[in-house]
């Protein structure tokens, strides 16, 4: 079973710019998250799609968005870069349907903005 | 509020025991996960507790205590390659009846030979 891939793996930005993230779940996951990790702030909770939807959503401005696709394959955006944005960010699969089930993350994309 | 603590760093030797310890302060609970980074890499599952007590796996173990939201990732027998971040996580139910997991800012363990 094919696990998490998140693509590109390293991103160079500069500030003002746009970014787009891409995530594939394990097949048959309907649950992908997205976080935000950085050296002091551990992992920050961006929001999560569960079939297509957007169904919670953390504190994070409206520069940062995302959807989901009908193959559960979700991308994340941010727009108009800022310096504060250079983070790991990570992405997570479930089945989405228990607070018992581990999630499964992918390898993260390394974004640097300059 | 949701607030999750952990110590920032730990350093041990190869071959000893350490615990990493983590605090969570959520409004109800739904259990607790360890998760073990290496750095560059993906976070991984290690550890599930939702009743009070031990669970061991291995060469590791997590306690949790509801009553006094607490709980510890016990690492045995160290090796060099468990140098690595170790993360508490809580899921928390959310306004719209789903959850969300909330993550502790993470324990980096070296482990020394």
């Known amino acids: 079973k094919a696990g998490v891939t998140q693509t590109p793996r390293y991103l160079i930005k500069t500030r003002g710019q746009q970014v787009t993230l891409s995530c594939s779940p394990i097949?048959?996951?309907?649950?992908v998250s997205w976080y935000q990790q950085t050296p002091g702030q551990g992992l920050q909770f961006l929001f999560e799609y569960f079939s297509e939807t957007q169904r919670n959503k953390g504190n994070f401005p409206g520069r940062f968005s995302g959807r989901q696709f009908s193959n559960s394959r979700s991308e994340m955006n941010v727009s108009t870069l800022e310096l504060g944005d250079s983070a790991l960010y990570l992405c997570?699969?479930?089945?989405?349907?228990?607070?018992?089930?581990?999630?499964?993350f992918g390898s993260g994309t390394q974004l640097s903005v300059l | 509020g949701q607030n999750i603590d952990q110590p920032t760093e730990m350093t041990a030797t190869e071959g000893a025991i350490v615990q990493i310890n983590c605090t969570y302060q959520t409004s109800g609970f739904n259990g607790l996960f360890w998760y073990q980074q290496h750095a560059g890499e993906a976070p991984t599952f290690l550890s599930y507790n939702v009743l009070d007590g031990l669970e061991e796996k291995g060469r590791f173990s997590s306690f949790l205590s509801r009553s006094k939201g607490y709980s510890y990732l016990l690492l045995k027998e160290l090796q060099m390659k468990d140098s690595a971040s170790y993360l508490c996580?809580?899921?928390?139910?959310?306004?719209?009846?789903?959850?969300?997991?909330?993550f502790g800012t993470g324990t980096r363990l070296k482990v020394l030979a």
């Open positions: 997570a699969s479930s089945s989405g349907t228990s607070t018992n089930e581990k999630l499964f």
């Open positions: 097949s048959g996951h309907r649950s």
């Open positions: 996580a809580v899921p928390v139910v959310t306004t719209s009846g789903t959850y969300k997991y909330i």
